[in-house]
């Protein structure tokens, strides 16, 4: 068998996108597996960083044991992405011509591109991961017999965009993480040539019986019931949003001990007279952050846009329920399917959600439980290596089996 290749902007052991995290989980349960796996990325570090700016050497390396092949980017014209980019991001009407600078605009890598075409029939088949950036959009183009897409759809404008749509059809082969994501996709392009599959993410385990809550609440002198969020701390994952209807919430239940703590990167500006309700731990080590998950009462994810979400999967891992944004399909539909946690659409149903938490513990465990069961039996190493695995080597044979799971 011929090797796989990953196809990504960022890769590293380090990033920690969502999209990154489980490229470098699928490459790892692959070679497990025996296959042979390549990772073909580009010399940007990070999705924060210049996409036209080259910061690591391009070459040939191994990292974890996984071959790494990194190409240069070109420069960017930062006014023509910016133009494009200001419209989609702000759910404005864009023109063709608009569509075609953003993805001409965006990180790009014509010597990756040359790499796919020049060796395409060298590798059984090439898996762009997520969607939204021009590797994507424009390395598929090089290999259309033999290429898979791992899109991590939202549903957002970006998806809307024609020169999406076109590319979607492109594939061999689309794999989701959701059903939400699955039927999002359906509803937006044509993929009737396309072998399609909900298979879930890879979760990472066996932590979860070494978890210490008490240790977490000692180090930290956290003693209070706590709602946790976890993520990074900006308007795009809606964390000023939860810490709003938090902060209106102690407003209207002043004897209510109730906190929330925080945890992840970027800033977050919290009231001085709510300072010691919202507690901002910044980054914390792993452990503590698989303490911090037995420690909450629940977890809360307030955002509006997911294909999947660790942090949930995480929680449930703990054996703590979440609670999650209506305004997310997957999210709440997750929830849905164990019973693991709660959904809320406003600041009102935000409350009762709350209340229902801090009145019924023991109904909150039980849904913390609900979670546990649900991750271990779709979401582990075993389990997601054997639905990839399957799907791809139809993909490679050429079979039409359908797969569901």
Known sequence: MKPIAFVIPWYGDDIQGGAEIECNHLAHCFMDSGMEVEVLTTCVKKAADDKGKNTLHAGISKESGVLVRRFKVRKQNKDRYNCANL????????????????????????????????????????????????????????????????????????????????????????????????????RLYD????????????????????????????????????ILYAGRKDSGKKADELMKFFIQYKKFHKEEKLKLVIIGGGTLEIPREFQREVIDLGFVSIEDKHNAFAASLFLCNPSYFESFSIVIMESWLAKRPVLVSEH????????QENNGGLYYDNFGTFC???????????????????????????FTHKVIS?????????????KSTAFTK
């Open 191 to 226: 993929l009737s040539k396309v072998k399609t599959a909900v298979l879930g993410a890879y979760v990472e385990s066996g932590w979860e019986d070494s978890c210490d809550p008490q240790a977490f609440r000692e180090k930290y002198n956290i003693q209070d019931d706590f």
């Open 352 to 378: 009762g959600c709350l209340d229902f938490m801090i009145k019924n513990k023991e109904i909150a465990d039980k849904m913390g439980e609900n979670g546990f069961k649900y991750v271990t039996e779709n």
């Open 328 to 335: 997310c399909a997957v999210t709440t539909n997750f929830c």
């Open 87 to 186: 419209k989609l991001y702000n759910n404005m009407p864009v023109t063709a011509e608009e569509e075609r600078m953003y993805v001409e605009e965006d990180i790009n890598s014509p010597a990756m591109y040359r790499y796919i075409r020049d060796n395409r029939d060298k590798y059984e088949c090439f898996i762009f991961m997520p969607y939204l950036y021009g590797p994507t959009y424009n390395g598929s183009r090089e290999c259309p017999d033999n290429c898979i897409m791992i899109p991590c759809f939202h549903d957002e404008s970006y998806a809307y965009m024609n020169l999406t749509k076109e590319c979607a059809a492109r594939f061999k082969g689309m794999i989701f993480l959701s059903k939400p994501e699955g039927e999002l996709a359906h």
């Open 386 to 398: 054997e639905k990839y695995i399957r799907f791809l080597r139809g993909i490679i044979e050429d």
